[in-house]
């Protein structure tokens, strides 16, 4: 009818919420920051609240999930991911989370990729999983692991060669990437903090099989772990299980020997010959999901973007 144009306006509204579940974790699973007895001898941006990364759990020593990591207060805080035993809980400690596949190359791959054996990983929702296991409350050793519900199986330390080997290929596959402190001058959002000089600017980034990715292969999903739950459990040191309270973003900086000269070496990274053995990264937000059937928290670092109207 010879009609070129019309007068048709659209809008749409979306929302970014918080998420409670994300695909391809990396097998490294971190206990949450507690309310420790001792002064506070950290640096910004904790600013005294009795918490730090030299400190160690303690008889006194209390955990509130409301009080634990969260983006306000923790992005581009930098955490030291401390392979270590039962029994010596220190901040910073990790264990690996047991995908339950073996072969001695499983762990590496994990750190590196996306092997089709890992689960989608939610935070540990109590009351589904009671009703799905009603003898059971993912606080003992040997109860049943459900990943999407939040409660998984893990195993205590991080195999020092696998790991220093995932991370520093990871890294290099994003070599210029860095961290700079200070808000983001691109966003609206006040964050302590940033990456820059990442693949991403020029949407080059490619993974371990070079099939190209829309974020860092140095920005990787980890879990965060209940820890007074796991502590009260007293576990041997197999068939344990921990319950994720929290999901975050982890942009891994290196090992702590790379990252750190010897003369620089923060308390945090332990003693030269341990720095090697220590993954330190910075948290920050990252792409997540929403499942029904795994729980929830206010302070995940995970992010998802719902379309709303």
Same mark, same amino acid.
């Not at 109860?143 to 520093?168: F, I, R, W, Y």
């Given at each position: ?8 306006? %659209? ?51 209390? /955990? ?38 073996? &072969? !001695? ?14 689960? @989608? ?20 050793? $040997? ?6 519900? +939040? ?37 609206? @959002? ?10 991403? !600017? ?8 070079? $099939? ?35 999901? %975050? +973003? ?9 990252? /750190? ?30 499942? &029904? ?17």
């Amino acid at each position: 009818m010879g009609i070129t144009a019309q007068r048709i306006s %659209a809008t749409a509204t979306a929302q970014v919420s918080s998420g409670n579940s994300v695909r391809c974790i990396k097998p490294w699973i971190v206990a949450d920051k507690w309310t420790d007895t001792t002064p506070d001898t950290d640096v910004a941006p904790y600013f005294g609240d009795s918490w730090d990364r030299d400190d160690s759990w303690d008889p006194g020593d209390t /955990y509130n999930p409301a009080n634990g990591f969260n983006p306000t207060f923790d992005t581009g805080y930098q955490m030291p991911l401390k392979p270590g035993n039962i029994g010596t809980w220190s901040s910073g400690w990790a264990m690996e989370i047991d995908f339950g596949v073996t &072969g !001695s190359s499983v762990y590496e791959d994990t750190i590196e990729g996306c092997p089709s054996f890992v689960p @989608t990983l939610g935070i540990f929702n109590p009351t589904t999983y009671a009703a799905k296991y009603p003898t059971e409350g993912c606080n003992a050793q $040997n109860d049943s692991t459900d990943p999407e519900l +939040g409660c998984v199986s893990v195993k205590t330390g991080m195999s020092q060669g696998p790991t220093s080997h995932g991370v520093n290929n990871l890294v290099a596959l994003d070599s210029g990437a860095h961290w700079v402190m200070g808000d983001d001058p691109s966003t609206i @959002t006040v964050e302590k903090g940033y990456v820059t000089g990442s693949c991403m !600017s020029g949407n080059t980034c490619r993974d371990m099989n070079n $099939n190209p990715v829309t974020i860092s292969p140095r920005i990787v999903p980890i879990a965060i772990f209940a820890t007074s739950t796991f502590v009260g459990e007293t576990c041997s040191g197999s068939g344990c299980v921990a319950q994720v309270v929290n999901l %975050a +973003g982890f942009f891994i900086e290196g090992m702590c020997n790379d990252v /750190y000269s010897p003369a620089s070496l923060p308390t945090w990274c332990g003693s030269p010959s341990e720095a090697n053995k220590v993954v330190l990264g910075r948290f920050m937000k990252y792409p997540g999901e929403f499942d &029904g059937s795994s729980g929830s928290t206010t302070s995940s670092f995970a992010q998802f973007v719902r379309l709303v109207r």
